[in-house]
């Protein structure tokens, strides 16, 4: 687990285990309530309470020096390597952000090539090349999208992503999202339904980053969903919050998983394809917009996937 991994590496910045000395401190102090009962069981007389009790402070104090010297340690370290920690990954971000950018020109001018190819401005192909080149052209289109994936991610990261507002529907755009997906659903043969309210529900949001969180979710749900399964979209309205719930029979996520799902490049089931950006970026854009997002997966029921939405 990540957990076990992160407290190796603060273990390591540490020199030590401090859960040594730690323990030791609380089995000093835990030794005054101890000497106190033998002392009452044992002593016919309280004459020598006051010694007992000097002798019981020393080792109160020193238990409380050890776990206080250990605690701060502990403390002062945490704080350092959370420090390297953020730079590591302000550089990791930087990198990849600047990565993302050189690839893009490139990628621009084999697409375009690609596509002067498949239009015959450089001269007649043959079946063979014509499917050679629409490999090509898959293959470019999949690069496309990851560039700007990451590029969305880390203009959100680093604070500097554009929000247009307008007003929206958001039960027409959910609507407009399944229709444009409804040929990977027939592919699976997946039953996909929307469940709406009677009424119109408009907000203010970013529309385009909406789409782009409603399509990634949405989507989602179809990949990990298996064929002849099932997809319910769920959008319920409250005076000032929207909920959307994203439902597939798909499968069980253990519970270690409900968070580190919607880490960048995390994929729960490889064999699905994609690069594991899908949910970040969605709940990136979420955050965004002051909402929420969050997954729950029991055994034997469908797996939701819900976001909220302030209206405004």
């Given at each position: 687990?990540?957990?076990?991994?992160?407290?190796?590496?603060?273990?390591?910045?540490?020199?030590?285990?401090?859960?040594?000395?730690?323990?030791?401190?609380?089995?000093?102090?835990?030794?005054?309530?101890?000497?106190?009962?033998?002392?009452?069981?044992?002593?016919?007389?309280?004459?020598?309470?006051?010694?007992?009790?000097?002798?019981?402070?020393?080792?109160?104090i020193l238990g409380y020096v050890v776990a206080y010297g250990v605690m701060k340690n502990i403390i002062n370290k945490t704080i350092r390597y959370a420090a390297k920690a953020k730079k590591a990954d302000e550089l990791k971000?930087?990198?990849?952000?600047?990565?993302?950018?050189?690839?893009?020109?490139?990628?621009?001018?084999?697409?375009?090539?690609?596509?002067?190819?498949?239009?015959?401005?450089?001269?007649?192909?043959?079946?063979?090349?014509?499917?050679?080149?629409?490999?090509?052209?898959?293959?470019?289109?999949?690069?496309?999208?990851?560039?700007?994936?990451?590029?969305?991610?880390?203009?959100?990261?680093?604070?500097?992503?554009?929000?247009?507002?307008?007003?929206?529907?958001?039960?027409?755009?959910?609507?407009?999202?399944?229709?444009?997906?409804?040929?990977?659903?027939?592919?699976?043969?997946?039953?996909?339904?929307?469940?709406?309210?009677?009424?119109?529900?408009?907000?203010?949001?970013?529309?385009?980053?909406?789409?782009?969180?409603?399509?990634?979710?949405?989507?989602?749900?179809?990949?990990?969903?298996?064929?002849?399964?099932?997809?319910?979209?769920?959008?319920?309205?409250?005076?000032?919050?929207?909920?959307?719930?994203?439902?597939?029979?798909?499968?069980?996520?253990?519970?270690?998983?409900?968070?580190?799902?919607?880490?960048?490049?995390?994929?729960?089931?490889?064999?699905?394809?994609?690069?594991?950006?899908?949910?970040?970026?969605?709940?990136?854009?979420?955050?965004?917009?002051?909402?929420?997002?969050?997954?729950?997966?029991?055994?034997?029921?469908?797996?939701?996937?819900?976001?909220?939405?302030?209206?405004?």
């Open positions: 687990m990540k957990t076990t991994n992160e407290l190796k590496l603060l273990f390591n910045e540490l020199n030590e285990n401090p859960y040594r000395r730690l323990n030791f401190a609380f089995i000093l102090i835990s030794v005054i309530p101890i000497l106190t009962l033998i002392y009452i069981f044992c002593e016919k007389s309280f004459n020598n309470i006051g010694f007992t009790l000097f002798f019981a402070g020393i080792i109160l971000s930087t990198f990849a952000m600047a990565l993302a950018h050189d690839l893009k020109s490139p990628l621009v001018t084999i697409k375009a090539n690609i596509s002067n190819l498949k239009a015959g401005f450089l001269g007649t192909l043959t079946k063979e090349q014509d499917e050679a080149i629409n490999v090509c052209k898959d293959v470019a289109n999949r690069m496309n999208t990851m560039i700007m994936e990451l590029i969305d991610i880390y203009m959100i990261e680093a604070g500097m992503a554009e929000i247009k507002i307008s007003s929206f529907d958001i039960c027409g755009l959910v609507y407009g999202q399944i229709r444009e997906l409804a040929g990977e659903t027939a592919k699976k043969n997946i039953n996909l339904t929307i469940e709406l309210p009677p009424n119109q529900v408009v907000m203010k949001a970013d529309k385009g980053k909406i789409i782009r969180a409603l399509n990634n979710l949405l989507n989602n749900s179809i990949k990990h969903t298996l064929p002849n399964g099932k997809v319910n979209v769920k959008i319920s309205s409250a005076e000032s919050l929207v909920k959307i719930e994203f439902l597939n029979t798909g499968e069980f996520i253990p519970e270690e998983y409900i968070e580190k799902i919607f880490d960048k490049f995390e994929r729960l089931n490889k064999s699905v394809e994609g690069h594991g950006l899908g949910l970040s970026i969605a709940k990136d854009i979420v955050e965004l917009h002051n909402g929420k997002i969050w997954a729950e997966s029991k055994a034997g029921s469908p797996n939701c996937f819900t976001i909220l939405l302030p209206k405004e």
